[in-house]
């Protein structure tokens, strides 16, 4: 009896329980039940009853005659010839749908090959599964979403069989950036497992990794310019940090997914172990007239913190190949500069005694100006536009704080600015139960405002901070979690039907589990796979 039989034999036990009413629950859900279904769900589906048998032992890819030939698409039919065929299906063949085997997806892109997803990249696709199956877009980026769909529609019939429901998809993103914030400073993470993640991100359509790399706790960027910042400022400068190749290996990777990084060097607040390999960088703090040993945020009042910076960005706008930075500007802790003798000096000479807002300001332009000027656009957290900065039009304000976003979600838009929402799904707040059902119902233009307002909404990030989180709990802490933020972000609007989500979610998670990802489940339930015969 293997654990399929098992847990349905329990469940038929706990349902009876339920099934008296005296708990209230609704019966508990039983394995999969939406066989062949799509996460995120496509934007149009038309499915029928009719089945096609799918060759997942000898199924390729083909371009269409008149179709552009692409190094990315080139790379995604390998990657998903060989997903299909380790699908877990065991695929014996019946006579029953001899006639109608599909073992050929002719592929068609209609646009110029692109090699860098980018903000403006094009998702759409439509696919045809039938007698005359297609896979057309007009970008690299559309097929990549369309195999991605295509890899998901294949389900075992009840004889054992690889099949897949005669359909017609047309399909494209709600949102343009649809994030995943990853912490690499709380706790290091290996490349290994930051690529397991892009794996799964593109699962599930997500297409900006919003690299957290360094942060007061540690420095693993290794910088050729300033090698002292991680030799000082990581946890281990032998092995706990991101060397050049390490971090071309994961843009790689990425780009191959059409997913964007978006690297963060957050100031000039939470940048301790930067002053470790860099004297001077920090505010001196003092206790009644003296230093009193410790450090605050980057000095403003100083050149050298400018020259610094632009140094470093300089060297990272070198190797980071999007067009985006993530300057930070959250939480700049005042004390340290109120404290400093030096500081109220420059402050009194520059007419803006006691006004420390004003001197984050003062710092934000200046670093913006640079940045700008080394050729990144940037995007910011919600403070720098809540402190007054005037930023640049094409700069993107993350929302992150959960006190009404809603009302800061109004007020950012209101400026003209660009907006991405991160408050609602911080995935490192837990809470017992299934609160995937609290981020996936979270609507990102419930905010009062325009239709122009609300056109400013680009997207939205789910961000696992990284205090409590390492290699050994970040997929299951992530997936399926992450996955319901996927959804909402890439899915027309209209789709929010909790209810209507779960069994789909729950097939979603299962699939992750069988390709190699443990996501954590989401209910008492079991999966239709041999688990001995993972990937
Ligand atoms: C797919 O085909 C099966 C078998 O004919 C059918 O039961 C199911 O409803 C179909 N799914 C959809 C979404 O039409
Ligand atoms: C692919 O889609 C484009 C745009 O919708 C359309 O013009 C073209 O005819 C389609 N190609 C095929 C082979 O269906
Ligand atoms: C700092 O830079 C400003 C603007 O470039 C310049 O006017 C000033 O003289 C510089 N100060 C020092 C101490 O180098
Ligand atoms: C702060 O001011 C004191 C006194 O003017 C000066 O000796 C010191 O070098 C200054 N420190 C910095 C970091 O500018
Ligand atoms: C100093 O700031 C005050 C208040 O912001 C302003 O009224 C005044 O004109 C400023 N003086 C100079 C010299 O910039
Ligand atoms: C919109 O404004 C109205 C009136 O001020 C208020 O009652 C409502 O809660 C606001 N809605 C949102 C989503 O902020």
Same mark, same amino acid.
């Given at each position: 009896?293997?654990?399929?039989?098992?847990?349905?034999?329990?469940?038929?036990?706990?349902g $009876?329980?339920?099934?008296?009413?005296?708990?209230?629950?609704?019966?508990? +859900?039983?394995?999969?039940?939406?066989?062949?279904?799509?996460?995120?769900?496509?934007h149009?589906?038309?499915?029928?009853?009719q089945?096609y048998?799918?060759?997942?032992?000898?199924?390729?890819?083909?371009? +269409?005659?008149?179709?552009?030939?692409?190094?990315?698409?080139?790379?995604a039919?390998?990657?998903?010839?060989?997903?299909?065929?380790?699908?877990?299906?065991?695929?014996?063949?019946?006579?029953?749908?001899?006639?109608s085997?599909?073992?050929?997806?002719?592929?068609?892109?209609?646009?110029?090959?692109?090699?860098?997803?980018?903000?403006?990249?094009?998702?759409g696709?439509?696919?045809?599964?039938?007698?005359?199956?297609?896979? %057309?877009?007009?970008?690299?980026?559309?097929?990549?979403?369309?195999?991605?769909?295509?890899?998901?529609?294949?389900?075992?019939?009840?004889?054992?069989?690889a099949?897949a429901?005669?359909?017609?998809?047309?399909?494209?993103?709600?949102?343009?950036?649809?994030?995943?914030?990853?912490?690499?400073?709380?706790?290091? +993470?290996?490349?290994?497992?930051?690529l397991?993640?892009?794996?799964?991100?593109?699962?599930?359509?997500?297409?900006?990794?919003?690299?957290?790399i360094?942060?007061?706790?540690?420095f693993?960027?290794?910088?050729?310019?300033?090698?002292n910042?991680?030799?000082?400022?990581?946890?281990?400068?032998? %092995?706990?940090?991101?060397?050049?190749?390490?971090?071309?290996?994961?843009?790689?990777?990425?780009?191959?997914?059409?997913?964007?990084?978006?690297?963060?060097?957050?100031?000039?607040?939470?940048?301790?172990?930067?002053?470790?390999?860099?004297?001077?960088?920090?505010?001196?703090?003092?206790?009644?007239?003296?230093?009193?040993?410790?450090?605050?945020?980057?000095?403003?009042?100083?050149?050298?913190?400018?020259?610094?910076?632009?140094?470093?960005?300089?060297e990272?706008? &070198?190797?980071?190949?999007?067009?985006?930075?993530?300057?930070?500007?959250d939480?700049?802790?005042?004390?340290?500069?109120?404290?400093?003798p030096?500081?109220?000096?420059?402050?009194?000479?520059? %007419?803006?005694?006691?006004?420390?807002?004003?001197?984050?300001?003062?710092?934000?332009?200046?670093?913006?100006?640079?940045?700008?000027?080394?050729?990144?656009?940037?995007?910011?957290?919600?403070?720098?536009i809540? %402190?007054?900065?005037?930023?640049?039009?094409?700069?993107?304000?993350?929302?992150w704080?959960?006190?009404?976003?809603?009302?800061?979600?109004?007020k950012?838009? $209101?400026?003209?600015?660009?907006?991405?929402?991160?408050?609602?799904?911080?995935?490192?707040? +837990?809470?017992?139960?299934?609160?995937?059902?609290?981020?996936?119902?979270?609507?990102?233009?419930?905010?009062?405002?325009?239709?122009?307002?609300?056109?400013?909404?680009?997207?939205?990030? $789910?961000?696992?901070? &990284?205090?409590?989180?390492?290699?050994?709990?970040?997929?299951p802490?992530?997936?399926?979690?992450?996955?319901?933020?996927?959804?909402?972000l890439?899915?027309?609007?209209?789709?929010?039907?909790?209810? $209507?989500?779960?069994?789909?979610?729950?097939?979603?998670?299962?699939?992750?589990?069988?390709?190699?990802?443990?996501?954590?489940?989401?209910?008492?339930?079991?999966?239709?796979?041999?688990?001995?015969?993972?990937?």
């Open positions: 009896m293997g654990c399929r039989d098992f847990f349905a034999v329990c469940l038929l036990l706990v $009876a329980v339920h099934a008296t009413g005296k708990l209230g629950y609704p019966a508990p +859900l039983l394995g999969e039940t939406s066989p062949g279904s799509v996460w995120p769900q496509p149009t589906v038309t499915a029928s009853p089945l048998t799918i060759d997942i032992q000898a199924f390729r890819f083909e371009y +269409l005659q008149t179709s552009q030939r692409c190094h990315v698409a080139d790379e039919f390998k990657r998903y010839q060989l997903l299909i065929s380790r699908s877990g299906i065991k695929a014996k063949f019946h006579d029953k749908y001899s006639t085997v599909i073992s050929v997806l002719p592929v068609m892109i209609t646009g110029p090959c692109e090699d860098m997803p980018s903000l403006d990249m094009k998702e696709y439509i696919l045809d599964v039938g007698s005359n199956p297609l896979l %057309n877009a007009s970008s690299v980026w559309g097929v990549l979403r369309g195999l991605e769909t295509f890899s998901q529609m294949i389900w075992e019939d009840p004889s054992g069989q099949v429901n005669k359909t017609h998809i047309i399909d494209e993103p709600r949102y343009a950036h649809r994030g995943l914030l990853l912490d690499t400073a709380r706790h290091f +993470l290996p490349v290994n497992v930051i397991e993640n892009l794996e799964a991100m593109a699962y599930n359509k997500f297409n900006v990794f919003h690299w957290h360094v942060d007061a706790q540690s693993p960027y290794v910088s050729t310019v300033y090698p910042l991680h030799l000082k400022g990581s946890y281990s400068s032998l %092995n706990l940090v991101y060397t050049p190749e390490m971090i071309a290996q994961v843009i790689e990777f990425a780009r191959l997914r059409g997913i964007r990084v978006v690297p963060e060097f957050d100031t000039p607040g939470h940048t301790y172990s930067w002053g470790l390999g860099q004297p001077g960088l920090l505010t001196t703090c003092y206790t009644g007239g003296k230093p009193n040993g410790d450090v605050g945020p980057i000095n403003p009042t100083v050149n050298s913190s400018y020259t610094f910076i632009k140094n470093l960005f300089t990272v706008r &070198g190797q980071f190949k999007d067009k985006y930075i993530h300057l930070g500007g939480e700049v802790p005042f004390d340290c500069w109120k404290s400093n030096n500081i109220t000096t420059w402050m009194a000479a520059h %007419n803006m005694s006691g006004d420390y807002a004003k001197l984050e300001q003062v710092y934000i332009q200046q670093v913006i100006d640079i940045t700008g000027a080394i050729g990144f656009s940037y995007i910011v957290w919600q403070e720098v809540d %402190n007054g900065v005037k930023a640049k039009d094409d700069t993107v304000v993350e929302v704080i959960n006190n009404h976003p809603e009302v800061e979600m109004a950012v838009t $209101a400026l003209g600015y660009r907006t991405i929402l991160a408050a609602p799904w911080y995935l490192e707040e +837990l809470t017992v139960g299934e609160d995937w059902k609290k981020y996936y119902s979270y609507e990102p233009t419930n905010f009062n405002g325009t239709a122009q307002q609300k056109a400013l909404v680009i997207g939205g990030e $789910a961000c696992l901070w &990284g205090e409590y989180v390492d290699a050994t709990n970040i997929s802490r992530l997936w399926p979690r992450a996955s319901a933020v996927a959804e909402r890439w899915s027309p609007e209209t789709v929010n039907d909790v209810d $209507a989500a779960t069994p789909r979610l729950h097939q979603h998670r299962c699939r992750m589990v069988q390709r190699g990802i443990p996501a954590e489940p989401l209910h008492p339930s079991y999966c239709v796979f041999d688990w001995m015969n993972r990937k």
